[in-house]
């Protein structure tokens, strides 16, 4: 994984620019090192391959240069994938990426498995952006540094939600494991 993420820090700016609210298309093959025991590919990978999707927006978008020098940079903070059908060895498939919304603290991304314009897997993903100094970046701030205007797409009811449901505390409470 650590070669395809060098390939595509190396290459999407190679390719035309796109809008920061476009769709982000990088097209791909299933690898030996993608698949299972089952000979697909495996589920834990999936999230891997997603990572590449989203460096491909950003990059495309010309906001990657920007985040980096202002010391600022992406993590996840909750995912949900679900799957209809299962990629094989050597098949070809295009990893589909877009945001589909911003709330105060975070970005919300739709990713797409596709294969001949079938969807095989769709995944939903919550980020927040993080300074390398320490802390957290608000939406505002990067709105502001990377010329944006975030209130184009507002968070679908159901997906905030979600980002609610599946929150855990934040680092700063206590999150014992407690089994009931």
């Known amino acids: 994984m650590l070669l395809r993420t060098l390939i595509t820090l190396l290459f999407a700016g190679r390719k035309p620019p796109i809008d920061m609210h476009d769709v982000a298309y990088k097209h791909m093959r299933v690898l030996p090192n993608d698949i299972d025991i089952l000979k697909h590919v495996n589920n834990g990978v999936y999230f ?21 020098r202002a010391g600022i940079y992406p993590v996840v903070a909750s995912e ?72 184009e797409l507002t ?13 855990l505390p934040s680092t700063r409470a206590e999150a014992p494991s407690v089994w009931n």
């Open 48 to 68: 891997s391959l997603m990572d590449l999707g989203r460096f491909e927006l950003l990059i495309r978008a010309g906001v990657w240069g920007r985040m980096r």
């Open 155 to 167: 968070v679908p009811e159901w997906m905030d939600r979600w980002a609610g449901d599946v929150a």
């Open 80 to 151: 949900t994938i679900t799957f209809r059908k299962s990629l094989q060895l050597w098949q070809r498939y295009t990893l589909e990426s877009r945001i589909a919304g911003y709330d105060d603290k975070a970005v919300y991304i739709e990713q797409r498995f596709v294969v001949g314009g079938e969807i095989y897997a769709q995944a939903y993903l919550r980020g927040r952006f993080l300074k390398k100094s320490g802390g957290t970046v608000g939406l505002a701030e990067l709105a502001a540094l990377l010329e944006l205007d975030l209130s």
